[in-house]
């Protein structure tokens, strides 16, 4: 504060500290050192001629030390160099200046002061010095500094992120918003202070909204709303506004403050949270799962509608159900059960799955449920609920009984089969195998569980079923193959195989294969036989048509009497005919020489005694006899056209007889006409005498004596194994 | 007369009828007849020694194979028929040996000797 009445001063130059006070002023000196603040007086050098009272009590000196006092050394490092810049600069404008900032005080305490420093002059308006006055502002400053302070903070606290600031007038026209606000609702601040809140309100919220606003400047009560913003893109925007009215100290509104957070991404995930709350609720129904939750005070509670439904009872209508009402509806056979793990859960907590059967309430009909029950704790107070969920399993109850009695079947099947049953994996390992296939095999289960196929057949055998595998692993399908194993006694064995692959149910890969073998090594055998019998079968009929060709050729080449003829080719083909059904009847072994000779002269019996048999049991073999058969024929024939047996009292005697490796044979004709040599030799005569010879390899000689035909055969027994 | 006249022809045959047969057939051909022979030592001896141009062998005698038989046969450079009663030729049976199948036909016959002495 500049003090421009006191402008004399004395001109002397005083030594500081024992100059004497100028007397004259004696009245003005009373009115400075009365004074509360300090003051000064300077000459043009800079030396105080005076000071006051507050001016020594500020620096703690006395009258001639503050005289002298270097007054830059007490300013506060901070403001030093800037109050002395200012400081010089003042005192070169010759003008009054103002000097502020911190000084220590000689206490040692720091005070704002502030100077103000007035030129002096003299009488002649000479420049002679300056007057200064200092006044304390600590407190002001102090204050100020403070309010400074709050400021920023609530500038800081205004413009920081999370929330927005609006500030309407009573009307909702905005007259303050901080960035977050410009954020949050989509427009520039330049934009809204154009604008009102109503203008950016979404109009389906605005009514409530501007409800509340005149209510709170009516009634002054704050409030808080979830409302949407339509921001400058259209888009819209949840917010939540914390809603107070400004007012002034006198009580009177003059504004609306609101604090408004984002809630956009709250809502959505509420929403989100709701749709998924409902889709749980909704797949539970769908799923045909029932809930239940239960209140052990009263053994009651809530029901979901399908429970009642589940258990074919009528709906209650506020969902209650009882624990009693669920037992009643049990299978007698399963409550008991049911009810210990219900109780055992109520008791001590423990979660409880069961699966057991009921009867439904209305239509009686029996239905699998599986129930889950398990216990909530509802924090300290021990108000414990039971929650449970029920759904029928019937379907899955009556499949898995399905797959039971399939399983045992296949079991059955697999245990009982007379074919062989074997799984391998896809290395060849045997998987698993049936009891015939060890029995067929003469091994243990587990002597072949785990080996190669390969160990049980020869190289040549195993490279065959891995060409079946490989094939059906690219073509798929059936493969069908004989393929020869070997037993554990080393035997051959003929298996026909049929394998198919084996594969995942759940995702198709291939597994293995497994394969059903039955054993065709008799068949096989059988077929060879087969083979075997047709092809023999086919060169007995050959030859028997060669024979009958023979037989033929020779009964019509020289004969004139076609009659004859044909009557002799009968005859031929019927003794070929006899002799082939004794063979047929002992199945081509060998047959009785006895019997194969009866036979043959039994067609030309004529009576009891006409023929006499006589001799051992010797065996022939089928082509022997055949021709035996053939050569008695002709004997007979013979003997009933010309001799002993064209007439009645004739007889004929076959007597043989083996003398140690020899056989002796002798066809003799008794009583019979005078015989005579025949002209010329036909078919008998060569059939006997060659034929016949050449098929024992002995000898076989006709002799016509007048008394009766004898014919003589001398031959080795003849083989019975040919 | 045929082209087979006067070749003198070994039967190998152990069926009586058959043999019979089959050597009226080769006489009324105009050839002459060594055997028959009905078994495989008799066979094999005439094969060995009988002044044959040619054979008819069976090939099965009695239940034996006639093999050492045509073996002699090649031997002596004497060509031969095979005659079976099997439909086909039986197992090791010689290449370029005409089959003669049961029952016989007199023209085959001409003609399988023909072919065999040519």
């Known amino acids: 504060m500049a003090s421009s009445e006191y402008s004399e001063e004395p ?9 004497p006070r100028p007397s004259g002023e004696d009245e003005f000196r009373l009115i400075a050192d009365s004074a509360p603040v300090p003051i000064w007086v300077t000459r043009l050098d800079r030396t105080r001629s005076f000071v006051n009272r507050a001016y020594l009590d500020f620096l703690g000196v006395d009258y001639p ?61 000479r420049h002679i010095g300056f007057i200064g006055v200092a006044h304390d502002v600590t407190e002001a400053k102090e204050a100020e500094l403070a309010l400074r302070e709050r400021e920023a903070q609530l500038s800081a606290f205004v413009n920081q992120a999370t929330a927005g600031f609006a500030q309407t007038d009573l009307s909702g026209r905005f ?41 709170a400047i009516r009634e002054r009560v704050p409030f808080v709303l979830e409302k949407r913003y339509v921001r400058s893109d259209g888009e819209i925007v949840w917010v939540n506004n914390s809603v107070a009215v400004l007012r002034r100290e006198t009580g009177e509104p003059y504004g609306v403050l609101a604090v408004t957070i984002d809630v956009t991404d709250r809502r959505a995930n509420e929403m989100a949270l709701r749709k998924s709350e409902e889709s749980i609720r909704l797949a539970v129904e769908c799923a045909g799962m029932a809930t239940w939750e239960l209140d052990l005070a009263s053994m009651s509670g809530v029901w979901s509608a399908n429970r009642f439904d589940l258990l074919g009872l009528e709906r209650h209508p506020a969902g209650e159900g009882s624990v009693d009402d669920w037992l009643a509806r049990v299978h007698p056979d399963d409550r008991e059960a049911v009810r210990a793990a219900a109780f055992g859960c109520f008791d001590d907590s423990s979660p409880f799955t069961i699966e057991y059967r009921i009867h439904r309430a209305d239509t009686g009909e029996e ?6 029950g398990s216990c909530i704790e509802q924090g300290e107070e021990r108000a414990r609920r039971f929650v449970g969920v029920s759904f029928d399993v019937t379907t899955r109850k009556r499949a898995e009984q399905e797959l039971r009695a399939s399983e045992a079947r296949f079991r059955t099947i697999f245990e009982q089969a007379n074919d062989y049953l074997i799984t391998c994996d896809l290395d060849h390992r045997i998987t698993s195998v049936n009891p015939a296939l060890l029995a067929a095999l003469g091994y243990a289960e587990d002597q072949l569980v785990g080996r190669s196929i390969g160990d049980f057949m020869d190289a040549d055998q195993f490279a065959q079923s891995r060409e ?29 195989v049929n394998s198919q692959l084996t594969s995942d149910e759940e995702d198709g890969t291939v597994t293995g294969l497994h394969a059903i073998a039955r054993d065709v090594t008799e068949a096989k055998r059988f077929e060879a036989h087969q083979r075997l019998l047709i092809d023999e079968l086919n060169h007995r009929v050959k030859n028997t048509l060669a024979i009958v060709q023979g037989i033929a050729q020779q009964t019509f080449r020289n004969e004139e009497d076609m009659a004859a003829a044909r009557a002799a080719f009968e005859g031929r083909l019927a003794a070929l005919s006899e002799a082939h059904n004794l063979l047929t009847r002992e199945h081509w072994s060998p047959v009785s020489m006895a019997r194969i000779i009866s036979d043959a002269v039994a067609p030309h019996g004529g009576g009891e005694g006409r023929f006499l048999l006589d001799g051992p049991d010797l065996a022939l073999a089928p082509k022997t006899a055949i021709s035996l058969a053939l050569a008695v024929h002709e004997l007979a024939t013979n003997a009933v056209k010309h001799g002993a047996l064209s007439v009645a009292e004739g007889a004929v005697t076959i007597r043989w007889s083996r003398d140690a490796d020899r056989l002796l044979l002798e066809w003799t004709e008794r009583g019979g006409p005078p015989v005579r040599h025949p002209e010329r030799r036909g078919f008998g005569t060569r059939m006997i005498e060659r034929g016949l010879a050449a098929e024992l390899s002995g000898s076989v000689t006709i002799h016509f004596d007048p008394e009766g035909l004898r014919c003589t055969v001398e031959a080795p027994i003849p083989s019975a194994a040919a | 007369m045929s082209r087979l006249a006067g070749i003198r022809v070994l039967i190998v045959e152990d069926e009586p009828v058959v043999a019979m047969c089959l050597e009226d057939m080769l006489m009324a051909l105009g050839c002459s007849v060594i055997g028959p022979a009905g078994r495989l030592a008799e066979g094999l001896a005439l094969a060995r020694d009988a002044q044959a141009d040619a054979a008819v062998l069976d090939i099965n005698l009695a239940g034996e194979r006639s093999d050492t038989i045509a073996a002699a046969l090649r031997a002596r450079g004497i060509p031969f028929v095979f005659a079976s009663g099997y439909g086909n030729a039986p197992a090791g049976f010689e290449e370029g040996v005409p089959l003669l199948g049961k029952p016989y036909r007199e023209a085959d016959l001409a003609a399988a000797l023909e072919r065999v002495l040519a």
């Open chain 1, 11 to 19: 001109a002397a130059d005083p030594l500081p500290g024992d100059e």
């Open chain 1, 65 to 125: 030390a503050a005289l002298v006092f270097d007054w830059r050394t007490i300013i506060h490092p901070d403001d030093r160099d800037r109050i002395v810049a200012e400081s010089i600069a003042g005192e070169a404008g010759l003008q009054t200046f103002t000097l502020e900032g911190r000084y220590r005080r000689g206490d040692g305490s720091w005070r704002w002061l502030r100077s103000v420093s007035q030129p002096r002059r003299d009488a002649r308006g």
């Open chain 1, 175 to 215: 007259t303050l918003v901080n960035d977050r606000f410009c954020a949050i609702s989509g427009w520039t601040r330049a934009e809204l202070l154009n604008r009102t809140m109503q203008s950016i309100t979404h109009p389906d919220d605005l009514g409530r909204n501007q409800k509340l606003f005149d209510r």
């Open chain 1, 367 to 372: 239905r699998w449920l599986q129930s889950h």
């Open chain 1, 468 to 496: 079946m595998l490989r094939r059906k692993l690219i073509e798929g399908g059936t493969t069908r193959h004989t393929i020869r194993v070997r037993s554990s006694d080393g035997r051959e064995l003929v298996w026909e």
